[in-house]
């Protein structure tokens, strides 16, 4: 892994000429230029980047040929990629291409850009709240780690509160594969599902819609480079196979997933939708927030060799702050704010993103541009920073007051949940992700088909 | 899920005038017609129907408009889905398209086609062994289920023999998400994983090649028209999507699995590789062979509701005798034939292919065209009808011996394992899945890093 390289496009005091992008609260300033895909009113999906409350709509631009970058003879792949409808030729391309993209942006939205490229890019440019953000790749494959101690800790002690982490865990980055198909845009409803449940031991299991619906705070890793199958990935060359993280929220039915999940992992529990926030922001944009790996203890295992590299273990980490944010129907009636349920550090995961790739890779499994590897719920070991309802109202028995008078032990129908990201830290502009949302609505009737 | 309904297609004494499809022993005589993906030498990739020894290239039979039904105006999209690259767009089109599909292939391959035809399609057919074989549509996302209770009977009572069924078995199509990226076709190398292992319970584990790779003889189910995301399938509504069934191995390291699979399932063990085999025998083409459900015992509980349907009961399951043959290195350097590992018949399935669709969409979960739903394990309750190693050698406690006085435990390097599955009963003319093959190559030298 190489250290952080800080150049021209992390400096602080850049500015862009446009202006809501200054604004000290944007999460997307010019130092960030996180892409994702977008439809602009009554128009086709398309590659865009966020700077302040606008996208610049980057198939306009390649058509434009606005930045010099574009019209270079060696980069009509790069061209190319940008005209698509999702990430994954972008992605492909390497991480070269990648930071040579963001740099050439980055000079375009400067002001410092010449007059003219700001004309021309002017016309580019789409007001955020107008458009409507798609999943930025077509995901090929979504992997689900747990890669947090403190959630898996959490968990484990409700379950076995006398041995709540399994011998595995802090040999095995876990993670299970996930549902690609149901993955849904920041936005989309979330529909609770019905399935198999079993509340008394003795009694045979009903079906009916889930009344343990969960959100999970996660942080997604979009793969850039891919591997060919049956060639590992070193963890030494894992960070080039980063393109960058997103939020993720990994819905999830927890009386579904009590019952089904022994011998095979969940299943349906995780399947009827995940939620992937618009913005992927780039490894670039994140180089000023890259931290050490999680300190391990005295008593804790190294990283066996395939996934330790000294680099990873200084600097493999993200400071990135993830909250939680609620909203039920009666709040939004009431005009309630919304409260916020969790805050937690991404620097607390007991596992680094370039350790899941490696792990991920190690059996020679083939990662594929724009494939999506989510942490697993992000939890810190305050209760405040607990990433999950179940953990936060501690599987039911602490109930979460809301400030209407309602309580929460799981979600009810009408709730709405937003997570939200950011990195800041002193000498550095802040940069955010957005926000990744969904509205929990009501089961279907009946024995679950739609009327 | 309608009654069976055989036509001329099925006819036991129907005849091609491709002759070898007329021969007794052919997996793929004119009454079955399977669809796949092929390359000629130095052609691109086509859906093809294999014919006797022949691949009719349906690519060009479209561009040929050599059968007259694909001229109709009214099967454009037909047309359109016949001259794709991958099965996607023709198991989207649903169960009406492909039943009128094949039975134009029928009449433009049967003995009674007109002579202008014969001629015609005689300069489409590809010799079958000059051909190289794909998988059959891009699969969107892969689900192993679990539906043999013989093998989950033998699987636990290894590792729990006082309580080798879970609780959940009888109630819950258990299954998980499984990896598309390392989907293979039929004649791939497989490549031995190395990843984590321990064998003792007190030392730390150790990371190297798998010593315990598996082979499981599978049946996987293509799925035909999908369902919108949040829109359960009814059980009575399933059969309308599957398109088909086609053979799989999953292949498994049994000693990654051991160490990596709780809580959340397989994951490194079991994404290594798949093979599926090259042809997919439609849902018609199966008609002649369909068959009761397992019959529970009187102590077993019914389906759930949403699982049930007597229709599905009395005709839902497939009667398919499955092998797996074996071949060590030695063995062919010796001139000694494979020998039959097991054989086993899938209606010994728990749940049937209808059932596992209701389950799969029964929380919402979108089934695309094209994704693949396998069966996983299929075992009797008999010695030489257990489906994989782990089962025939009992953990590695009975070892399997081969003609040349070599024993396997598990596979070696150089195991080449072939499955085939057929259809058969009187009065019906037998029909078969073609096979199913891989061979088992040397793990990556090093740390896992291809040199």
């Known amino acids: ?27 997307f300033p010019i130092q960030n230029l996180p892409f994702g895909v ?18 610049l709509d980057l198939r306009a631009v390649v058509g434009s040929c606005a930045i010099e970058f574009f019209m270079k003879p060696e980069s009509e792949a790069l061209g190319a990629a940008c005209g698509a409808d999702a ?17 050439a942006i980055f000079d375009a939205l ?6 003219a490229v700001q004309s021309a890019l002017s016309d580019s440019l789409h007001p955020i709240g107008e458009v409507e953000l798609l999943v930025p790749s077509r995901v090929g494959d979504y992997t689900d780690f747990y890669a947090s101690i403190h959630h898996a800790t959490n968990v484990g002690s409700m379950f076995r509160p006398d041995n709540p982490l399994l011998p595995n865990y802090k040999y095995v980055p876990i993670g299970y594969h996930g549902r690609a198909s149901s993955i849904v845009p920041s936005g989309s409803p979330v529909r609770r599902p019905h399935g198999q449940t079993r509340d008394d031991a003795s009694a045979p299991p009903s079906f009916g819609p889930s009344k343990r619906m969960d959100y999970e705070l996660e942080v997604g890793i979009f793969v850039g480079k891919g591997n060919p199958l049956g060639d590992p990935i070193p963890i030494g060359e894992a960070w080039e196979h980063i393109f960058g993280l997103a939020l993720v929220n990994d819905w999830s039915a927890r009386d579904l997933q ?3 999940y022994q011998p095979l992992g969940p299943f349906l529990a995780k399947n009827f939708a995940t939620t992937v926030g618009g913005w992927v922001v780039t490894r670039d944009a994140l180089a000023p927030f890259r931290a050490p790996a999680f300190a391990r203890g005295d008593d804790d295992p190294a990283p066996l060799p ?9 600097a493999g980490g993200f400071a990135v702050t993830l909250e939680v944010w609620l909203s039920s129907d009666r709040m939004r009636a009431e005009g309630a704010k919304p409260v916020r349920l969790s805050r937690a550090s991404f620097t607390g995961m007991y596992w680094t993103p370039a350790q899941l790739i490696a792990h991920h890779a190690s059996s020679g499994c083939n990662l594929r541009p724009g494939d999506l590897l989510a942490s697993g719920t992000v939890s810190g070991p305050a209760k405040d920073e607990r990433g999950c309802m179940l953990e936060l109202a501690w599987r039911g028995t602490e109930p979460v007051a809301l400030p209407t008078g309602e309580t929460r032990r799981f979600l009810e129908d009408g709730d709405e949940v937003v997570l939200r990201g950011y990195c800041e830290r002193p000498g550095a502009r802040r940069i955010g992700f957005g926000e990744c949302r969904g509205i929990v609505t009501s089961a279907p009737p009946g024995s679950g088909r739609r009327p």
Do not use: C, K
């Open 87 to 103: 990430l994954n030729s972008l992605m492909a391309l390497g991480s070269e291409s990648a930071h040579a993209l963001r740099v």
């Open 306 to 314: 395939y996934l330790s590299d000294s680099a990873d273990q200084s």
């Open 110 to 115: 400067s002001t410092d850009a010449p007059q």
């Open 38 to 55: 977008f439809r602009p009113r009554g128009g086709d999906a398309r590659i865009g980047v966020a700077i302040g409350d606008r996208v």
């Open 1 to 27: 892994m190489p250290p952080a390289q800080l150049d021209r496009t992390h400096a602080a005091d850049a500015r862009s000429w446009v202006e809501s992008a200054n604004d000290a609260a944007s999460d």
């Open 258 to 260: 009590a019952w089904e």
